[in-house]
Protein backbone atom coordinates (compact mmCIF):
# COMPACT_ATOMS: atom_id res chain seq x y z
CA UNK A 1 0.00 0.00 0.00
CA UNK A 2 1.26 3.37 -0.59
CA UNK A 3 2.81 5.45 2.73
CA UNK A 4 1.09 7.93 4.08
CA UNK A 5 1.19 11.17 2.37
CA UNK A 6 1.90 14.38 4.46
CA UNK A 7 4.21 17.11 4.86
CA UNK A 8 6.90 15.19 6.67
CA UNK A 9 6.84 12.59 4.27
CA UNK A 10 6.65 15.16 1.01
CA UNK A 11 9.54 16.82 2.54
CA UNK A 12 11.98 13.81 3.52
CA UNK A 13 11.56 12.37 0.23
CA UNK A 14 11.94 15.70 -1.96
CA UNK A 15 15.00 15.88 0.70
CA UNK A 16 16.41 12.04 -0.25
CA UNK A 17 15.71 13.06 -3.91
CA UNK A 18 17.96 16.43 -3.91
CA UNK A 19 20.25 14.95 -2.12
CA UNK A 20 20.96 12.17 -5.39
CA UNK A 21 20.26 14.72 -7.70
CA UNK A 22 23.16 16.70 -5.77
CA UNK A 23 25.47 13.88 -6.40
CA UNK A 24 24.43 13.98 -9.76
CA UNK A 25 25.20 17.36 -10.03
CA UNK A 26 28.73 17.41 -8.04
CA UNK A 27 29.57 14.53 -10.47
CA UNK A 28 28.64 16.59 -13.98
CA UNK A 29 29.77 19.19 -12.53
CA UNK A 30 33.12 17.52 -12.31
CA UNK A 31 32.97 15.22 -15.45
CA UNK A 32 31.58 17.38 -18.25
CA UNK A 33 34.19 20.05 -18.18
CA UNK A 34 36.78 17.21 -17.90
CA UNK A 35 35.26 15.22 -20.98
CA UNK A 36 34.73 18.84 -22.98
CA UNK A 37 38.60 19.24 -22.56
CA UNK A 38 39.30 16.00 -24.14
CA UNK A 39 36.57 15.33 -26.42
CA UNK A 40 35.39 17.48 -29.69
CA UNK A 41 32.83 19.24 -30.40
CA UNK A 42 32.07 16.75 -32.91
CA UNK A 43 32.65 13.80 -30.70
CA UNK A 44 30.02 15.66 -28.29
CA UNK A 45 27.50 16.20 -30.94
CA UNK A 46 27.20 12.81 -32.38
CA UNK A 47 27.00 11.09 -29.02
CA UNK A 48 24.20 13.66 -28.42
CA UNK A 49 22.36 12.84 -31.64
CA UNK A 50 22.19 9.76 -31.15
CA UNK A 51 20.85 9.67 -27.96
CA UNK A 52 18.28 12.06 -28.51
CA UNK A 53 16.91 8.74 -31.20
CA UNK A 54 16.88 6.46 -28.20
CA UNK A 55 15.68 8.49 -25.34
CA UNK A 56 12.73 9.68 -27.94
CA UNK A 57 11.93 5.50 -28.57
CA UNK A 58 12.34 4.67 -24.81
CA UNK A 59 9.95 7.00 -24.02
CA UNK A 60 7.55 5.59 -26.18
CA UNK A 61 8.31 2.60 -25.38
CA UNK A 62 7.13 3.01 -21.83
CA UNK A 63 4.07 4.21 -23.00
CA UNK A 64 3.38 5.70 -19.66
CA UNK A 65 2.55 2.29 -17.82
CA UNK A 66 4.84 2.64 -14.82
CA UNK A 67 3.06 6.04 -14.66
CA UNK A 68 -0.20 4.57 -14.37
CA UNK A 69 0.81 2.03 -12.05
CA UNK A 70 1.64 4.77 -9.67
CA UNK A 71 -1.55 6.13 -8.97
CA UNK A 72 -3.65 3.05 -8.94
CA UNK A 73 -5.42 2.21 -5.28
CA UNK A 74 -3.84 -1.14 -4.54
CA UNK A 75 -0.74 -2.77 -5.75
CA UNK A 76 -2.54 -5.72 -8.18
CA UNK A 77 0.43 -8.02 -8.76
CA UNK A 78 -0.88 -9.21 -12.12
CA UNK A 79 -1.43 -5.92 -13.38
CA UNK A 80 1.97 -5.19 -11.88
CA UNK A 81 3.26 -8.35 -13.81
CA UNK A 82 1.77 -7.18 -16.92
CA UNK A 83 2.83 -3.76 -16.93
CA UNK A 84 6.20 -5.44 -17.23
CA UNK A 85 5.86 -7.67 -19.82
CA UNK A 86 4.03 -5.19 -22.04
CA UNK A 87 6.91 -2.71 -20.98
CA UNK A 88 9.64 -5.57 -22.08
CA UNK A 89 7.76 -6.63 -25.41
CA UNK A 90 7.43 -2.77 -26.80
CA UNK A 91 10.97 -2.31 -25.90
CA UNK A 92 12.43 -5.12 -27.32
CA UNK A 93 10.81 -4.23 -30.66
CA UNK A 94 11.80 -0.25 -30.95
CA UNK A 95 15.82 -1.87 -29.71
CA UNK A 96 15.33 -4.14 -33.19
CA UNK A 97 13.84 -1.32 -35.34
CA UNK A 98 16.13 1.26 -33.84
CA UNK A 99 19.03 -1.35 -35.05
CA UNK A 100 17.68 -2.14 -38.17
CA UNK A 101 17.07 1.45 -39.92
CA UNK A 102 20.12 3.00 -37.71
CA UNK A 103 21.97 4.05 -40.97
CA UNK A 104 18.74 6.15 -42.26
CA UNK A 105 17.91 7.61 -38.88
CA UNK A 106 21.31 9.22 -38.75
CA UNK A 107 21.39 10.32 -42.05
CA UNK A 108 17.80 12.45 -41.55
CA UNK A 109 19.36 13.93 -38.30
CA UNK A 110 21.93 15.27 -40.28
CA UNK A 111 24.45 12.66 -38.45
CA UNK A 112 25.75 10.06 -40.78
CA UNK A 113 28.34 8.95 -39.31
CA UNK A 114 26.02 7.95 -36.15
CA UNK A 115 24.54 5.40 -37.79
CA UNK A 116 26.84 2.69 -35.99
CA UNK A 117 26.26 4.32 -32.55
CA UNK A 118 22.56 3.72 -32.79
CA UNK A 119 23.18 0.24 -33.21
CA UNK A 120 25.08 0.05 -30.31
CA UNK A 121 23.01 2.30 -28.08
CA UNK A 122 19.41 0.47 -29.33
CA UNK A 123 20.67 -1.75 -26.12
CA UNK A 124 19.49 0.93 -23.91
CA UNK A 125 16.13 1.01 -25.01
CA UNK A 126 15.48 -2.37 -22.70
CA UNK A 127 18.06 -1.44 -20.26
CA UNK A 128 16.14 1.80 -19.64
CA UNK A 129 12.72 0.52 -19.93
CA UNK A 130 13.10 -2.84 -18.03
CA UNK A 131 13.47 -1.03 -14.58
CA UNK A 132 10.18 1.11 -14.88
CA UNK A 133 8.31 -1.33 -12.91
CA UNK A 134 10.91 -1.48 -9.97
CA UNK A 135 10.87 2.21 -9.66
CA UNK A 136 6.67 2.32 -9.78
CA UNK A 137 6.75 0.22 -6.71
CA UNK A 138 8.74 2.61 -4.69
CA UNK A 139 7.32 5.77 -5.74
CA UNK A 140 3.99 4.15 -5.10
CA UNK A 141 5.30 3.39 -1.60
CA UNK A 142 6.84 7.09 -1.30
CA UNK A 143 10.57 4.80 -0.82
CA UNK A 144 12.57 7.54 -2.31
CA UNK A 145 15.90 6.81 -0.18
CA UNK A 146 16.77 3.84 -1.76
CA UNK A 147 16.22 4.96 -5.51
CA UNK A 148 18.18 8.08 -4.10
CA UNK A 149 21.21 5.91 -3.15
CA UNK A 150 21.13 3.52 -6.02
CA UNK A 151 21.23 6.58 -8.34
CA UNK A 152 24.12 8.10 -6.92
CA UNK A 153 26.07 4.95 -7.36
CA UNK A 154 24.97 4.00 -10.69
CA UNK A 155 25.98 7.70 -11.76
CA UNK A 156 29.58 7.47 -9.94
CA UNK A 157 30.01 4.56 -11.42
CA UNK A 158 29.23 5.78 -14.89
CA UNK A 159 31.19 9.21 -14.40
CA UNK A 160 34.73 7.48 -12.96
CA UNK A 161 34.20 4.85 -16.04
CA UNK A 162 34.13 7.87 -18.86
CA UNK A 163 36.70 9.90 -17.84
CA UNK A 164 38.90 7.06 -17.29
CA UNK A 165 38.14 5.20 -20.96
CA UNK A 166 38.46 9.14 -22.07
CA UNK A 167 41.74 9.93 -20.74
CA UNK A 168 43.34 6.88 -22.02
CA UNK A 169 42.22 8.06 -25.77
CA UNK A 170 38.74 6.32 -26.16
CA UNK A 171 37.25 9.22 -27.75
CA UNK A 172 33.15 8.62 -27.90
CA UNK A 173 33.46 5.18 -26.39
CA UNK A 174 34.13 6.85 -23.36
CA UNK A 175 30.56 8.30 -23.03
CA UNK A 176 29.21 5.17 -24.92
CA UNK A 177 30.70 3.31 -21.52
CA UNK A 178 29.08 5.88 -18.82
CA UNK A 179 25.69 5.69 -20.38
CA UNK A 180 25.63 1.34 -20.38
CA UNK A 181 27.43 1.23 -16.80
CA UNK A 182 25.31 3.44 -15.17
CA UNK A 183 22.15 1.83 -16.55
CA UNK A 184 23.36 -1.24 -15.88
CA UNK A 185 23.70 -0.62 -12.20
CA UNK A 186 20.79 1.27 -12.06
CA UNK A 187 18.63 -1.77 -13.25
CA UNK A 188 20.29 -4.01 -10.78
CA UNK A 189 19.71 -1.40 -8.16
CA UNK A 190 15.65 -0.76 -8.61
CA UNK A 191 15.11 -4.77 -8.79
CA UNK A 192 17.67 -4.94 -5.41
CA UNK A 193 15.53 -2.35 -3.07
CA UNK A 194 12.10 -2.66 -4.80
CA UNK A 195 12.24 -6.49 -4.23
CA UNK A 196 10.11 -6.79 -7.23
CA UNK A 197 10.45 -10.20 -8.79
CA UNK A 198 8.96 -10.65 -12.58
CA UNK A 199 6.40 -13.71 -12.83
CA UNK A 200 5.08 -15.38 -16.31
CA UNK A 201 1.44 -13.34 -15.70
CA UNK A 202 0.50 -11.33 -18.71
CA UNK A 203 -3.43 -10.33 -18.79
CA UNK A 204 -4.12 -8.29 -21.86
CA UNK A 205 -7.11 -7.01 -20.51
CA UNK A 206 -5.21 -5.69 -17.04
CA UNK A 207 -3.20 -3.55 -19.49
CA UNK A 208 -6.03 -2.33 -21.16
CA UNK A 209 -7.06 -0.57 -17.91
CA UNK A 210 -4.23 1.49 -17.95
CA UNK A 211 -4.40 2.51 -21.65
CA UNK A 212 -6.51 5.42 -20.98
CA UNK A 213 -4.25 7.32 -18.33
CA UNK A 214 -1.09 5.69 -20.06
CA UNK A 215 -1.12 6.86 -23.30
CA UNK A 216 -2.27 10.80 -22.55
CA UNK A 217 0.73 10.70 -20.48
CA UNK A 218 2.84 9.19 -22.94
CA UNK A 219 1.51 11.81 -25.65
CA UNK A 220 2.66 14.47 -23.41
CA UNK A 221 5.98 13.19 -22.51
CA UNK A 222 6.38 12.79 -26.10
CA UNK A 223 5.65 15.99 -26.75
CA UNK A 224 7.91 17.38 -23.58
CA UNK A 225 11.15 15.43 -25.36
CA UNK A 226 10.22 17.08 -28.62
CA UNK A 227 10.40 20.22 -27.03
CA UNK A 228 13.25 19.52 -25.13
CA UNK A 229 15.54 17.51 -27.77
CA UNK A 230 14.19 18.99 -30.98
CA UNK A 231 16.66 22.16 -31.15
CA UNK A 232 19.55 19.25 -30.41
CA UNK A 233 18.35 17.98 -34.19
CA UNK A 234 17.24 21.29 -35.88
CA UNK A 235 20.62 22.22 -34.80
CA UNK A 236 22.78 19.07 -36.09
CA UNK A 237 20.73 18.97 -39.32
CA UNK A 238 21.25 23.15 -40.45
CA UNK A 239 24.62 24.50 -38.06
CA UNK A 240 26.52 20.93 -38.31
CA UNK A 241 27.89 18.90 -35.93
CA UNK A 242 30.51 21.39 -34.34
CA UNK A 243 27.37 23.36 -32.91
CA UNK A 244 25.56 20.47 -32.13
CA UNK A 245 28.52 19.82 -29.74
CA UNK A 246 28.50 23.15 -28.56
CA UNK A 247 24.76 23.10 -27.35
CA UNK A 248 25.16 19.52 -26.41
CA UNK A 249 27.81 20.38 -23.69
CA UNK A 250 26.18 23.41 -22.93
CA UNK A 251 23.24 22.35 -22.48
CA UNK A 252 24.24 19.59 -20.07
CA UNK A 253 25.66 22.07 -17.94
CA UNK A 254 23.24 24.40 -17.73
CA UNK A 255 20.50 21.46 -16.88
CA UNK A 256 22.39 20.39 -14.24
CA UNK A 257 20.44 23.02 -11.20
CA UNK A 258 17.02 21.12 -13.11
CA UNK A 259 18.29 17.88 -12.83
CA UNK A 260 19.28 18.42 -8.86
CA UNK A 261 16.31 20.48 -7.98
CA UNK A 262 13.26 19.66 -10.81
CA UNK A 263 14.07 15.65 -11.06
CA UNK A 264 14.03 15.41 -7.63
CA UNK A 265 11.00 17.53 -6.45
CA UNK A 266 9.06 16.43 -9.96
CA UNK A 267 9.33 12.94 -9.06
CA UNK A 268 8.12 13.01 -5.49
CA UNK A 269 4.69 15.75 -6.11
CA UNK A 270 3.32 13.65 -8.93
CA UNK A 271 2.59 10.76 -6.31
CA UNK A 272 2.15 13.33 -3.57
CA UNK A 273 -0.69 15.06 -5.52
CA UNK A 274 -2.03 11.75 -6.88
CA UNK A 275 -2.79 11.21 -3.24
CA UNK A 276 -4.14 13.96 -2.23
CA UNK A 277 -7.56 13.00 -3.62
CA UNK A 278 -10.71 15.97 -3.75
CA UNK A 279 -9.00 17.72 -1.74
CA UNK A 280 -8.29 21.22 -3.22
CA UNK A 281 -7.38 23.47 -0.46
CA UNK A 282 -4.38 20.78 0.78
CA UNK A 283 -3.38 20.50 -2.98
CA UNK A 284 -3.59 24.50 -3.55
CA UNK A 285 -1.61 25.21 -0.53
CA UNK A 286 1.20 21.93 -1.68
CA UNK A 287 0.69 23.59 -5.24
CA UNK A 288 1.75 27.45 -4.01
CA UNK A 289 4.28 26.29 -1.29
CA UNK A 290 6.09 23.64 -3.64
CA UNK A 291 6.18 26.28 -6.77
CA UNK A 292 7.55 29.04 -4.75
CA UNK A 293 10.33 27.18 -2.57
CA UNK A 294 11.65 26.24 -6.27
CA UNK A 295 11.53 29.01 -7.60
CA UNK A 296 13.65 30.19 -4.55
CA UNK A 297 16.11 27.59 -5.33
CA UNK A 298 16.43 27.13 -9.05
CA UNK A 299 16.07 30.79 -10.16
CA UNK A 300 19.41 32.45 -8.90
CA UNK A 301 21.05 29.22 -9.96
CA UNK A 302 20.12 29.70 -13.94
CA UNK A 303 20.07 33.74 -13.96
CA UNK A 304 23.52 33.59 -11.76
CA UNK A 305 24.82 31.09 -14.72
CA UNK A 306 23.54 33.35 -17.19
CA UNK A 307 25.29 36.57 -15.26
CA UNK A 308 28.62 34.70 -15.62
CA UNK A 309 28.56 32.71 -18.60
CA UNK A 310 31.48 34.05 -20.17
CA UNK A 311 34.61 33.46 -17.79
CA UNK A 312 32.51 30.32 -16.41
CA UNK A 313 32.54 28.77 -20.40
CA UNK A 314 36.21 29.56 -20.26
CA UNK A 315 37.14 27.61 -16.40
CA UNK A 316 34.55 25.45 -17.33
CA UNK A 317 35.25 24.07 -21.04
CA UNK A 318 38.65 25.24 -21.62
CA UNK A 319 39.68 28.06 -24.24
CA UNK A 320 38.49 25.71 -27.60
CA UNK A 321 34.91 26.20 -26.06
CA UNK A 322 35.33 29.96 -25.25
CA UNK A 323 33.36 31.39 -28.25
CA UNK A 324 30.27 29.57 -27.43
CA UNK A 325 29.65 31.56 -24.26
CA UNK A 326 26.67 33.44 -24.97
CA UNK A 327 25.19 29.76 -26.21
CA UNK A 328 25.60 29.16 -22.21
CA UNK A 329 24.29 32.25 -20.71
CA UNK A 330 21.10 32.02 -22.99
CA UNK A 331 20.29 28.46 -22.19
CA UNK A 332 20.65 29.18 -18.90
CA UNK A 333 18.46 32.26 -19.34
CA UNK A 334 15.59 30.22 -21.37
CA UNK A 335 15.67 27.56 -18.21
CA UNK A 336 15.87 30.63 -15.46
CA UNK A 337 12.20 31.91 -17.49
CA UNK A 338 10.65 28.30 -16.56
CA UNK A 339 11.60 27.83 -12.92
CA UNK A 340 7.87 28.44 -11.61
CA UNK A 341 6.41 25.81 -13.95
CA UNK A 342 8.65 23.06 -12.10
CA UNK A 343 5.58 22.08 -10.10
CA UNK A 344 3.06 22.66 -13.19
CA UNK A 345 3.51 19.16 -14.83
CA UNK A 346 3.19 16.52 -11.46
CA UNK A 347 0.46 18.38 -10.24
CA UNK A 348 -1.85 18.09 -13.89
CA UNK A 349 -0.76 14.99 -13.43
CA UNK A 350 -1.86 14.33 -10.25
CA UNK A 351 -5.25 16.00 -10.20
CA UNK A 352 -5.88 13.85 -13.41
CA UNK A 353 -5.57 16.65 -16.26
CA UNK A 354 -3.98 14.32 -18.77
CA UNK A 355 -5.65 16.16 -21.74
CA UNK A 356 -4.69 19.26 -20.77
CA UNK A 357 -0.85 18.11 -20.05
CA UNK A 358 -0.88 16.84 -23.33
CA UNK A 359 -2.55 19.41 -25.21
CA UNK A 360 -0.16 22.23 -24.04
CA UNK A 361 2.71 19.95 -24.33
CA UNK A 362 2.33 19.63 -27.93
CA UNK A 363 1.16 23.57 -28.43
CA UNK A 364 4.61 24.09 -26.87
CA UNK A 365 6.59 21.31 -28.95
CA UNK A 366 5.44 22.67 -32.24
CA UNK A 367 6.56 26.57 -30.91
CA UNK A 368 9.52 25.83 -29.80
CA UNK A 369 10.76 23.54 -33.20
CA UNK A 370 9.62 26.64 -34.84
CA UNK A 371 11.55 28.50 -33.32
CA UNK A 372 14.49 27.24 -32.97
CA UNK A 373 14.52 26.37 -36.61
CA UNK A 374 13.76 29.56 -38.00
CA UNK A 375 16.37 30.81 -35.88
CA UNK A 376 19.05 28.47 -36.87
CA UNK A 377 18.10 28.19 -40.82
CA UNK A 378 18.09 32.12 -40.77
CA UNK A 379 20.78 32.77 -38.85
CA UNK A 380 23.13 30.90 -35.87
CA UNK A 381 23.11 29.19 -33.18
CA UNK A 382 22.74 32.16 -31.15
CA UNK A 383 19.84 33.70 -32.68
CA UNK A 384 18.40 29.93 -31.78
CA UNK A 385 18.90 30.56 -28.57
CA UNK A 386 17.25 33.99 -28.42
CA UNK A 387 14.47 32.15 -30.69
CA UNK A 388 14.29 29.75 -27.12
CA UNK A 389 14.24 32.19 -24.85
CA UNK A 390 11.34 34.29 -26.50
CA UNK A 391 9.21 31.00 -26.37
CA UNK A 392 9.85 29.97 -22.83
CA UNK A 393 8.74 33.39 -21.67
CA UNK A 394 5.30 32.47 -23.55
CA UNK A 395 5.28 28.98 -22.40
CA UNK A 396 5.53 30.79 -19.01
CA UNK A 397 2.40 32.36 -18.68
CA UNK A 398 0.88 29.76 -20.70
CA UNK A 399 1.44 27.35 -18.14
CA UNK A 400 0.77 29.50 -15.35
CA UNK A 401 -2.81 30.05 -16.95
CA UNK A 402 -3.59 26.25 -17.22
CA UNK A 403 -2.78 25.68 -13.59
CA UNK A 404 -4.25 28.23 -11.73
CA UNK A 405 -7.35 27.85 -14.12
CA UNK A 406 -7.05 24.18 -13.03
CA UNK A 407 -7.04 24.79 -9.14
CA UNK A 408 -9.62 27.66 -9.26
CA UNK A 409 -6.89 30.22 -8.27
CA UNK A 410 -6.97 33.55 -9.15
CA UNK A 411 -4.56 33.41 -12.73
CA UNK A 412 -3.00 37.43 -12.05
CA UNK A 413 -2.51 36.51 -8.24
CA UNK A 414 -1.13 33.07 -8.74
CA UNK A 415 1.06 34.28 -10.92
CA UNK A 416 2.65 37.45 -9.06
CA UNK A 417 3.66 35.17 -6.42
CA UNK A 418 4.86 32.15 -8.65
CA UNK A 419 7.13 34.84 -10.33
CA UNK A 420 8.47 36.96 -7.43
CA UNK A 421 11.44 35.16 -6.71
CA UNK A 422 12.33 34.79 -10.13
CA UNK A 423 12.01 38.51 -10.70
CA UNK A 424 14.52 38.85 -7.53
CA UNK A 425 16.44 36.57 -8.79
CA UNK A 426 17.07 38.01 -12.52
CA UNK A 427 17.76 41.96 -10.60
CA UNK A 428 20.57 40.15 -8.81
CA UNK A 429 21.75 38.71 -12.14
CA UNK A 430 21.61 41.53 -14.06
CA UNK A 431 23.52 43.62 -11.06
CA UNK A 432 26.43 41.10 -11.05
CA UNK A 433 26.41 41.36 -15.26
CA UNK A 434 26.94 45.11 -14.98
CA UNK A 435 29.31 44.30 -12.18
CA UNK A 436 31.24 42.48 -14.56
CA UNK A 437 30.91 44.46 -17.96
CA UNK A 438 32.34 47.26 -15.89
CA UNK A 439 34.99 46.49 -13.64
CA UNK A 440 35.75 42.72 -15.03
CA UNK A 441 38.91 43.94 -16.74
CA UNK A 442 40.38 44.74 -13.36
CA UNK A 443 40.08 40.81 -12.37
CA UNK A 444 42.18 39.35 -14.93
CA UNK A 445 41.57 35.52 -13.86
CA UNK A 446 38.37 34.06 -15.18
CA UNK A 447 38.31 31.67 -11.93
CA UNK A 448 38.31 35.04 -9.61
CA UNK A 449 35.35 36.24 -11.65
CA UNK A 450 33.20 33.36 -11.60
CA UNK A 451 34.41 33.29 -7.79
CA UNK A 452 33.83 36.99 -6.89
CA UNK A 453 30.64 37.24 -9.03
CA UNK A 454 29.21 34.63 -7.07
CA UNK A 455 29.63 35.52 -4.16
CA UNK A 456 27.91 39.21 -4.52
CA UNK A 457 25.31 37.75 -6.23
CA UNK A 458 24.70 35.76 -3.79
CA UNK A 459 24.95 38.45 -1.06
CA UNK A 460 22.57 40.58 -3.25
CA UNK A 461 20.40 37.62 -3.68
CA UNK A 462 19.79 37.15 0.20
CA UNK A 463 19.17 40.73 0.64
CA UNK A 464 16.31 40.98 -2.06
CA UNK A 465 14.91 37.54 -0.45
CA UNK A 466 14.98 39.47 2.97
CA UNK A 467 13.05 42.27 1.24
CA UNK A 468 10.35 40.49 -0.78
CA UNK A 469 9.90 37.04 0.91
CA UNK A 470 9.94 37.43 4.67
CA UNK A 471 6.51 35.71 4.62
CA UNK A 472 7.68 32.47 3.14
CA UNK A 473 10.68 32.74 4.76
CA UNK A 474 8.87 32.58 7.90
CA UNK A 475 6.51 29.98 6.54
CA UNK A 476 9.68 27.65 5.98
CA UNK A 477 10.98 28.72 9.28
CA UNK A 478 8.10 27.79 11.24
CA UNK A 479 7.66 24.44 9.37
CA UNK A 480 11.37 23.77 10.44
CA UNK A 481 11.02 24.53 14.07
CA UNK A 482 7.79 22.49 14.17
CA UNK A 483 9.48 19.51 12.86
CA UNK A 484 12.71 19.85 14.53
CA UNK A 485 10.14 19.83 17.74
CA UNK A 486 8.17 16.75 16.82
CA UNK A 487 11.43 15.15 16.65
CA UNK A 488 12.82 16.23 19.94
CA UNK A 489 9.35 15.16 21.61
CA UNK A 490 9.43 11.61 19.78
CA UNK A 491 13.21 11.09 20.76
CA UNK A 492 12.35 11.82 24.44
CA UNK A 493 8.94 9.49 24.38
CA UNK A 494 11.82 7.05 23.29
Given at each position: ???T?????V????G?SV????G???????T??I???I??????G?V????T????????????L?????I???????????????N????L????A???F???????L??????????I??V????????D?A????AR?M??????????????V??L?????????F????LL???????????????T?????P??VF???????L????????????A???????P?VV??????L???????A????S?I?N?I??????G????A????G?DR???????????Q??????AP???G????A??A?????????A????V???L???K??????S?Y??Y??????G?I????A??R?????????Y??????????M??L????????L?Y??V?F???RL???????IS??????????????R?????????I??A????L?G?????L??????????RP???K???????RN?SS??????E
Amino acid sequence: MPSTVNAKSVTRNVGWSVLSKTGTFGLKFVTVPILARILTPEEFGTVAVALTVVQFLAMIGGAGLASALIIQRDEDMDLIHSAFWANLAVALLMALALFVFADPLASLLGAPQAGYLLRIMSVLIPLQLGGDVAYSLLARRMNFSKDAVWTMVSETVGALVAVGAALLGFGVWSLLAQLFVSAFIRLAGLYTVSGYVPRLVFSPRRVLTLSRFSFGMMGSEIANFVTFQSPMVVISRYLGLSDAGAYSAANRFSSIPNQIVLSAVMGVLFPAFSHMGEDRQRRSQALMLSTQVTTVLLAPMMFGLWALAEPAMLVLFGQQWAAAWPVLGLLALSKGLLTPCSTYVPYLKGIGQGTILFWWAVIRAVVTTAAVAYGAIGGSLVEAMIALCIVNLATLLGYSWVVFRADRLPFLRGFLISIRPMIAAFAMAVAVRLLLDFYGALIPSAVLQVLIGTAIGGLIYLVLMLLVERPLLAKLYGMIRKRNASSSVAAAAE
